[in-house]
Structures are given as C-alpha cells and as structure tokens.
C-alpha cells in the first residue's frame, strides 16, 4: 500500500496474508470458515507449490493471541484467469481445516447484487504489500481510502484504454494506491468487499494507471459452485 498507514491492529479480522516459504507473497480474504479469496495472478511465480494461508495477524512477525498459519487443502483459479490478461483474476483457497473463528478471524461478505459502485464512493483496501517504490515492506498491515472512478473515465485511452470489463472496477491511484503485494486482498465499501486487488499495469502511485479490481457480484455462482463441490 503506498500512501497508506497502519491499520488498527485486529480490525480487520477477514485479512490472510498468502505466503510461501514464511513470506508474504499475496493478500486475502476469508470468504467461509474453510475458504480464503485471493488473485489468481498470485500463482504465477508459485509454479504448483501451495501457499500457507496466515489468519489473525496484524504484525508479520511478531507473537499475536489468534495468529494461525493454516495449510491448503486445494487451490482452484478460476478457470478464465491466464497470465496474458487482467480477466477473472481470482483464486479460491481451500484451507485444510475450517479457521477458527474469534475476534481477530472473522468472514467478510462480499457483494452478490451485480451493480457498480458508484463513482466517488470512498472504499477502503488493506494488505502488507510494498509502501515504498524501493519496494520497502511493511511488517504490520497497512491501509488506505480510495475513491472509485467510473469505468469510463477508467477506460480512457489515456488510462487503461478499453480493457476494463464489466467485471472490472477502478479506483483513484494519485499517490495512495495498491501495489505489489497487495493483489489479491478486497476492496471494501461499505462493510461489504465488491473487489478483489488484481495488479493489472502492475504500476502503482501514477494518476494515470488507476487500481483495477475484480468486481466480486458477477462470480458469486462461480464462489459458491466451488466451495459447494469441494465441500462434498
Ligand atoms: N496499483 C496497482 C497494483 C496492484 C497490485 C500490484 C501492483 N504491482 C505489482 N504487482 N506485481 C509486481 N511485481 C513487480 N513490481 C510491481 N510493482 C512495482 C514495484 C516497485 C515499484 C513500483 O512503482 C511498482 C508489481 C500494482
């Protein structure tokens, strides 16, 4: 997150941080007890290792009361997403037990009315990506309010010129905005995610490549279909 600042530690209790090897790679969300949502882009340098999925955390490193790594179970991109484009950039984890729920490990809904947020309204996006263009990184979880541009305006040849589809969504990058790191985490409006992070330009600060987001309403068969099959 650049421009951002410290989030209150815990209040954001839906937060997963994806990790590898004990390092943070992606953000994410819990979107059921035994289900984390994330970007599918986030595999890309993983190969077909399995993340380990940190829940309760607000330090990355430091001993915190409900801070748990849990193991993956499965891994389901969403059958769309490639690494050519920004389209259906989301990815379902199947944690390998459900998480255990308590004050700092909550599930965060996430938006299933399939209408657009509208422009200039302020959403809020957290994670533990990069807060510096030296690409310092945070060890507590940081967060910022962004704006939302409308598709338009996102659209402009002089910004993300015609790719930002239906199932796509934009915020304000003047300064604060997202970054590496922070894809796969949610944009949160309202007390309800409508988005998923997606690095699209992977650019980060510049006015003129705003954040993209994978709008979530236009997916909620496809949620729900996963975890309903795994689930058994
Ligand atoms: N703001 C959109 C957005 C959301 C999520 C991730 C991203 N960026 C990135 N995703 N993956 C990346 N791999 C390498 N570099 C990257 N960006 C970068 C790094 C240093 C300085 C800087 O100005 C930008 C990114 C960008």
């Known amino acids: 997150i650049l421009g951002g600042y410290e989030a209150r530690p815990h209040l954001k209790p839906f937060m997963a941080s994806l990790q590898l090897d004990g390092q943070h790679v992606c953000g994410g969300f819990l979107v059921a007890e035994q289900w984390v949502l994330s970007a599918a882009h986030c595999t890309e340098e993983t190969g077909d290792k399995l993340f380990q999925v940190l829940l309760g955390a607000h330090s990355l490193t430091e001993q915190e009361p409900h801070k748990r790594l849990y193991r993956v179970r499965a891994q389901f991109p969403h059958p769309g997403s490639n690494k050519h484009n920004n389209k259906d950039d989301l990815l379902l984890l199947q944690l390998e037990e459900k998480a255990e729920l308590n004050a700092d490990v909550q599930v965060l809904p996430f938006q299933r009315e399939d209408r657009d947020v509208a422009p200039d309204t302020v959403c809020e996006v957290a994670g ?60 949160v409006c309202g007390g309800v995610a409508e988005g998923v992070v997606t690095a699209g330009s992977r650019v980060c600060g510049n006015y003129k490549k705003p954040a993209i987001y994978t709008r979530l309403a236009p997916y909620a068969a496809w949620i729900d279909g996963v975890m309903a099959s795994a689930d058994g």
């Open 128 to 187: 533990w990506g990069i807060t510096s263009h030296s690409g310092r990184r945070p060890d507590r979880l940081q967060q910022v309010e962004r704006p939302v541009i409308s598709r338009d305006v996102c659209n402009h040849r002089t910004r993300h010129d015609g790719t930002i589809t239906n199932n796509m969504m934009c915020t304000d990058s003047r300064r604060k905005d997202t970054c590496k790191g922070d894809s796969g985490g949610p944009l």
